[in-house]
């Protein structure tokens, strides 16, 4: 059984960090693209950033040169590191598990999801 669970949201101002974790269970870590995605309220789940099994990483437009993932294939665990927030960063925060290979930057293309995380930033 796989298990995804997210930590670390929470409340912060503007132009402060988090740091999300998630911790992985039931798959073989290494094998997976993972993957970052928020949705926002009434919005759709979108794309924040994803990790591939060699290390790669790829961003979202609206988070690249502020949020930064990585992943620890010894601990299961993908981390984002969420620096400069902005109040429309705020939403739940998904960690999600692919076992495509290239660029899986679609909710579809994910096999796996954790339960969320809120992350808000005020004005």
């Known amino acids: 059984q796989v298990r995804l669970v997210e930590s670390g949201g929470g409340l912060v101002q503007a132009g402060g960090s988090l740091r999300l974790s998630c911790a992985a269970s039931?798959?073989?870590?290494?094998?997976?693209?993972m993957g970052w995605f928020r949705q926002a309220p009434r919005k759709e789940r979108e794309f924040a950033a994803l990790?591939?099994?060699?290390?790669?990483?790829y961003y979202a437009d609206s988070v690249k040169g502020r949020f930064t993932i990585s992943r620890d294939n010894a601990k299961n665990t993908v981390y984002l590191q969420m620096n400069g927030l902005k109040p429309d960063d705020t939403a739940v925060y998904y960690c999600?598990?692919?076992?495509?290979?290239?660029?899986?930057?679609?909710?579809?293309?994910?096999?796996?999801w954790g339960q969320g995380t809120q992350v808000t930033v005020s004005s």
């Open positions: 990790i591939k099994r060699s290390g790669g990483t």
């Open positions: 039931g798959l073989t870590f290494t094998s997976a693209v």
């Open positions: 999600a598990a692919s076992e495509q290979l290239g660029l899986p930057t679609r909710p579809d293309t994910y096999s796996y």
